[in-house]
């Protein structure tokens, strides 16, 4: 039986990029029969035309489907999506597609093939490829994962990157110990499963930078950095019975 793989998108107010990303993302998990891919769009409370599209989308493709919370959070969003999928594997990704795709199935094997509990997208690792990023960001960006290497020394050199896939067992056990329901969600997740000891890989990828990003990087910056402080001080919660 193939494995089965859900990607996760969150979405907030994506009538315009969410077409294109979906389409993209059948056409490519087409070209890949070996696992039994679903998609489904996380809608965070969005009130342009999203929840029209993904209809739309779902009519069109089968294998779409969506949940919505009326509630905004970007990492509430995908924990949600994450703990009611029955999928193998369980990726998300954002939907601009910054990540080049041809990284997906490295991404997927890691878990399914190769025994990580979770895979993560690296803009920071050997053979990576960055392409249009503003310099602010780049230094912004390795300025937070060294901060993040000096306080917990991990096993991932980027926490952030907007691509990644955990197993079933691992969603289940760690999802329900993150606090944050925002951008800090990505490296809670990552430094969580270090603590309790799953096996994480970095995959390196080809990333393009979207220009009409909607992260605020002042505000964000703030609330990583106290996220940080609180897993470095307070303590990180562990599962009772981590994996392997």
């Known amino acids: ?26 056409a490519f998990t087409a070209q890949h029969p070996d696992f039994d891919w679903k998609i489904t769009v996380a809608d965070n409370g969005s009130t ?11 009519e069109k493709h089968p294998g779409v489907g969506t949940i919505r919370l009326e509630e905004r959070g970007r990492g509430r969003a995908l924990k949600r999506a994450w703990l009611a999928s029955d999928a193998d594997v369980r990726c998300y990704m954002d939907v601009d597609l910054s990540t080049d795709l041809n990284s997906l199935p490295d991404l997927v094997k890691a878990i399914s093939e190769e025994g990580y509990d979770v895979a993560a997208g690296s803009r920071l690792s050997k053979g990576s490829e960055v392409i249009g990023r503003k310099l602010t960001r780049e230094i912004t960006s390795r ?8 306080m917990f020394w991990p096993p991932f050199p980027d926490a952030q990157c ?18 944050d329901n925002a951008w800090f969600m990505d490296t809670e997740l990552l430094l969580l499963a270090q603590a309790a000891g799953y096996k994480i890989k970095p995959i390196p990828v080809r990333w393009v930078d979207d220009p009409d990003t909607r992260v605020k990087l002042a505000s964000t910056i703030w609330e990583d950095v106290k996220g940080l402080l609180r897993l470095r001080f307070g303590g990180r919660p562990r599962p009772s019975r981590p994996s392997g």
Request: charged share 20%.
């Open 1 to 26: 039986m193939a494995t089965s793989v859900e990607i996760v998108i969150p979405v907030l107010n994506e009538e315009r990029a969410l077409h294109a990303c979906i389409e993209t993302l059948v």
């Open 48 to 58: 342009d035309r999203t929840p029209e599209v993904i209809a739309e989308l779902g």
């Open 143 to 150: 300025g937070y994962n060294t901060l993040i290497k000096l």
């Open 162 to 179: 907007g691509f990644k896939a955990i197993s079933a067992d691992a969603a289940e056990a760690l999802l329900p110990l993150i606090k």
